[in-house]
């Protein structure tokens, strides 16, 4: 099983970035999928969380400018950033929770796609 994450790149503050997170392998099913991020000297923090069912949760720093979706068919996850902030600028990470195979259930992690949010 592997995570992809792509979409990152450098925007102007105000602005938006799409990120995608494309899931391969053998999965028999996936529980929640999450966006992490991690800023220069800070710790890893959660962003957004989605459910197998679609129930969606945001930090607050993040309320109401980032939408989190997923596609179980395509076994993708997205994070639409709109108004972008400079303080939002880190190395943006998914995650994989409950993922079962034939082999195993565990949790899986994307290398992550750098965001830089310019003033």
């Known amino acids: 099983v592997q995570l992809q994450a792509s979409g990152g790149g450098l925007v102007q503050a105000g602005g938006s970035l799409a990120l995608t997170c494309a899931v391969s392998g053998s999965i028999l099913s996936m529980s929640s999928m999450t966006w992490f991020r991690q800023a220069p000297g800070k710790e890893r923090e959660m962003v957004a969380v989605?459910?197998?069912?679609?129930?969606?949760d945001y930090a607050d720093s993040v309320k109401g400018r980032f939408t989190i979706s997923r596609d179980n068919a395509a076994n993708t996850l997205g994070l639409q950033m709109d108004s972008l902030k400079p303080e939002d600028t880190a190395v943006y990470y998914c995650n994989a929770n409950g993922v079962r195979t034939v082999m195993a259930v565990r949790d899986y992690w994307g290398k992550g796609t750098q965001v830089t949010v310019s003033s």
């Open positions: 989605i459910t197998s069912g679609g129930r969606t």
